[in-house]
């Protein structure tokens, strides 16, 4: 390559680069914002979410490359036109080779990037976020909870309450057990864990416990009542986006790895498109 061909490359390459941090940061921070916003209820420390976040960016970028690269190249031409440089080309007695040229160099980093990034980076780095984020939603202290919007503790098991200071009122529980489903409600309480259970200490409540035909209501002036902990559950990982192209061959999964490579393709039709206008 000439420096010539060097130089538009080069500013190619910063123009996506500029419209890369663009991108990725208001995807990054829209995404840390609902994080934020699910994970501060559990009171879950600020680095850790942090952290966590920092998993995704491999996600968000395999899924605005090819609007970067469309941004990056118009930014690119928009410069050279505005600055008279592809005037000057021509003026040199030079052809659009010398812009076709580094062109051809970003595709084929482009189309190589993209896909690894597709295929392997990104689906291995989103399973490392689907199993850490996993894992902090099921590290679930409740004395450290400030608001808990139907809290699903297991799967027989959803809470609500408000909490004031170190204390608990407007306690709701809904739970199943042979006799059927149970709704309680107390005005106030203490909720703990001890030895893998949830002890409630209720006071001034009632307990609706609702079977196949009948109703029964009670009042209470003091109610204990306690429910296995069954938050240590095991990681099932059902999404499809964190398959690696190993996987998906295993899996014998052609569907999925048909999409991918429309996404290739689709990316190759920008170049393309750059290529002939």
Do not use: H
């Not at 199993?131 to 959803?158: G, P, T």
């Not at 909490?163 to 309680?184: A, C, P, T, W």
Request: hydrophobic fraction near 45%.
């Amino acid at each position: 390559m000439t420096k010539l061909n060097w130089y538009i490359f080069m500013q190619i390459f910063k123009s996506c680069t500029l419209i890369f941090f663009i991108f990725i940061s208001i995807a990054w921070l829209t995404q840390i914002s609902r994080l934020f916003t699910i994970m501060n209820n559990l009171q879950i420390e600020f680095y850790r979410i942090i952290s966590l976040s920092t998993y995704i960016i491999p996600n968000l970028a395999n899924i605005t490359l090819p609007f970067i690269l469309i941004f990056g190249l118009l930014l690119t031409f928009i410069k050279l036109d505005k600055d008279k440089e592809i005037i000057t080309i021509y003026s040199l007695g030079l052809s659009l080779k010398q812009i076709t040229k580094p062109l051809l160099l970003t595709s084929v980093f482009f189309v190589i990037f993209y896909l690894l990034l597709n295929f392997f980076l990104s689906p291995l780095i989103y399973e490392k976020y689907k199993k850490k984020e996993f894992e902090l939603r099921n590290i679930i202290n409740i004395n450290n909870i400030n608001y808990s919007n139907f809290l699903e503790l297991n799967n027989d098991l959803i809470v609500d309450f408000e909490k004031d200071g170190k204390f608990f009122k407007d306690i709701y529980i809904n739970y199943k057990d042979e006799s059927g489903d149970n709704i309680i409600y107390s005005k106030k309480g203490i909720i703990k864990t001890e030895n893998n259970n949830y002890i409630f200490i209720l006071s001034e409540g009632n307990k609706v416990n609702i079977k196949a035909n009948e109703i029964e209501n009670l009042e209470f002036e003091n109610y204990k009542i306690n429910f296995p902990n069954d938050s240590k559950k095991e990681y099932d990982n059902f999404d499809k986006n964190t398959d690696t192209i190993f996987k998906l061959l295993e899996k014998k999964d052609y569907k999925n790895i048909s999409e991918r490579i429309f996404d290739t393709l689709l990316l190759i039709i920008i170049l393309i498109f750059f290529f002939i206008y």
